[in-house]
């Protein structure tokens, strides 16, 4: 069965950076473009990030762009985001997601497939 295993999240101060993992395992990893997109309380899905299928495209939400790195290692079947100089405003719980093909969709049913997500709160 495929499983998007998320990981890292925390309680971060402003201004702190954390690093997010997501294990994949049950489909072609390798084949799919990956993103990261996250969900505060009250508010609708946001796209953060997405990588493409042998990591030679990425592409970062305004919100995050400076700040924010996505990486993935294909042979361990793992992406990430390292966040840097977070704020208050990126406190969410993010998820990681895939598609066959490129999208910035804000519909969590549009990706193939989806993790239940890590926390991340940035607050003094």
């Known amino acids: 069965q495929v499983l998007l295993v998320e990981s890292g999240g925390g309680l971060v101060q402003p201004g702190g950076s954390l690093r997010l993992s997501c294990a994949a395992s049950?489909?072609?990893?390798?084949?799919?473009?990956m993103y990261w997109v996250r969900q505060a309380p009250g508010k609708g899905l946001e796209w953060v990030s997405g990588i493409s299928s042998m990591a030679g495209s990425t592409y970062y939400a305004d919100s995050v762009k400076g700040r924010f790195t996505i990486s993935r290692d294909n042979a361990k079947n793992m992406l990430y985001l390292q966040m840097n100089t977070l704020n208050p405003e990126d406190t969410a719980l993010y998820s990681c997601?895939?598609?066959?093909?490129?999208?910035?969709?804000?519909?969590?049913?549009?990706?193939?497939?989806w993790g239940q997500g890590t926390q991340v709160t940035v607050s003094s």
């Open positions: 997601a895939s598609s066959l093909l490129y999208t910035t969709t804000t519909r969590r049913q549009d990706y193939d497939y």
């Open positions: 049950g489909f072609a990893f390798g084949r799919y473009w």
